[in-house]
């Protein structure tokens, strides 16, 4: 018999072993410093082989109507523990901005309804998350990179950062709020867009409502819910732990390509 093993399955496996690991309260594997150095030094490796052997534009595998999931189970947070996001959803989103800045020319404020005015990418692919399980929908919204064209990004500029409406728990700065980072060559993939819609309707709270970021060669936790700002960046050292993610800052790795 033969078993095919695949970066992706690693990757679920050892992303949902390190989630086990800190839900059960054993953090040895995540605080040991040499565990950590060596999972560092093969997430490099393993990121830059694929940037050498995938070409950056090379898109994820795309699928048909027919085969979208009969349903599509939320991942993460299915309703962020907050009072100016419990105000948002009752008046539809109406107040809410999204906000980019940081190391851009152009800083921007957008309204959902702004969004919804520029042009749209409509993809059916497959979320793959660490917790073992899989779905197909159908995602429409504006890709990042136009919006990023459009605020100017300014030289020295590496990383784009997003932040969230949910809070998990506290954070190491204190704050509690979720976020997520990519680097911008994910970031002008085609497909990486950030989505209003899940098959053929305005995405639901438990799905990210109003907008989310569908990141589609990276595994289910890159993909940031409930967005409220994007920030470039030259670095994300400074973040909470320094990691680039919530679940980075807490043992996941940062590069989480298939």
């Not at 093969?42 to 027919?66: C, G, H, N, Y």
């Not at 152009?106 to 919804?116: I, M, T, V």
Request: with cysteine.
């Amino acid at each position: 018999m033969t078993f095919s093993i695949t970066r992706r399955h690693l990757l679920i496996g050892s992303a949902a072993g390190l989630g086990a690991i800190g839900l059960t309260g054993c953090d040895d594997v995540v605080q040991n410093a040499k565990i950590q150095n060596v999972l560092a030094m093969a997430e490099k490796l393993t990121m830059k082989s694929q940037r050498i052997l995938v070409p950056s534009d090379k898109l994820a595998r795309e699928f048909s109507e027919a085969d979208i999931s009969p349903t599509f189970r939320p991942n993460g947070t299915s309703q962020p523990d907050s009072e100016d996001y419990a105000r948002m959803t009752a008046t539809g989103f109406a107040d809410w901005r999204l906000k980019i800045d940081g190391l851009v020319q152009h800083p921007l404020e957008l309204s959902l309804a702004d969004l919804r005015k520029l042009p749209s990418r409509t993809q059916i692919t497959r979320h793959d998350c660490v917790e073992g399980w899989s779905a197909i929908g159908k995602w429409r919204g504006v890709p990042l990179g136009l919006l990023l064209q459009s605020a100017g990004i300014r030289p020295g500029a590496r990383y784009a950062v997003f932040y969230c409406a949910d809070q998990l728990e506290q954070t190491i700065d204190g704050s509690g709020t979720y976020y997520e980072s990519i680097d911008l060559i994910d970031a002008f993939h085609p497909q990486t867009i950030l989505a209003y819609q899940l098959n053929g309707n305005d995405l639901e709270v438990a799905h990210g409502a109003p907008l989310r970021l569908r990141v589609e060669r990276h595994l289910g936790y890159k993909h940031a819910k409930y967005l409220t700002r994007i920030e470039v960046k030259d670095s994300f050292a400074s973040l909470w732990g320094g990691k680039g993610g919530f679940w980075e800052d807490r043992g996941y790795e940062w590069y989480a390509g298939i």
